[in-house]
């Protein structure tokens, strides 16, 4: 069952500009990660935050994760044209599988 | 690097016909996932495998079946294709013991007529 909700849907920005992203979950977690989808291929793992974390970074990007809210937000900052793409944020309880989101479609315009 | 391999990018099948969808990794993963994607509903999915010959029903997987007779290859089985299974389908690994990061392959776009 879908477990995480993005949010917004889709998503228009300029390059440069800062993308803002938030996923929302159900259930308690274990860890909360994000993946990248790039048109019509796989998915490729972005970041990983454990339950017990509030804030990661990696590159351009920043997880935030707040487990009161059951929410997280990814954001990307300075971004380029080759970070469209679709992102979907993907969590786990007590077991192996992942539980996706629909995603969030970023358009960066040049 | 992880590589997960599927065997077709695009298919195109007619309703009734029985559809092999095959998965390989190369990094000796125990856990074996299908997805299929449709437009928002995100990932669903369908099938995994945690063991050689070991199943277990994901969220949908009716109307489909699997097959984990080595540990690299993880097959999907459409017994009688139907034109609801028209869909993006993923395979995915990853490490029993490890995070749960899953590496995907590059998709199999079915259609069925």
């Known amino acids: 069952s879908q477990q995480g909700e993005e949010d917004p849907q889709a998503l228009s920005i300029q390059e440069g500009e800062n993308a803002t992203m938030n996923c929302s979950y159900k259930t308690s977690i274990n860890n909360l990660q994000w993946y990248r989808q790039n048109s019509g291929r796989g998915l490729v793992h972005l970041i990983l935050?454990?339950?017990?974390?509030r804030e990661k970074h990696s590159g351009r990007l920043r997880v935030t994760l707040d487990t009161s809210k059951k929410s997280s937000s990814l954001l990307i900052t300075a971004s380029r044209a080759a970070d469209t793409a679709s992102y979907f944020c993907?969590?786990?309880?007590?077991?192996?599988?992942?539980?996706f989101g629909a995603g969030t479609t970023v358009t960066v315009r040049a | 690097d992880v590589k997960v391999t599927q065997s077709s990018r695009y298919l195109v099948k007619r309703t009734g016909e029985k559809v092999f969808l095959e998965c390989v990794q190369d990094m000796d993963h125990e856990n074996m996932f299908w997805y299929r994607q449709d437009p928002g509903l995100g990932l669903r999915l369908i099938y995994f495998s945690y063991d050689v010959k070991m199943k277990e029903k994901g969220d949908i997987p009716e109307g489909y079946s699997v097959s984990r007779e080595k540990k690299e290859r993880f097959s999907l089985i459409l017994e009688s294709a139907s034109t609801n299974q028209t869909s993006m389908y993923l395979c995915?690994?990853?490490?029993?013991?490890?995070?749960?990061?899953?590496?995907f392959g590059p998709g199999t776009r079915l259609t069925v007529l």
């Open positions: 935050i454990r339950s017990n974390e």
């Open positions: 995915a690994s990853s490490l029993l013991a490890a995070n749960n990061e899953q590496f």
């Open positions: 993907a969590t786990d309880a007590n077991d192996y599988k992942l539980s």
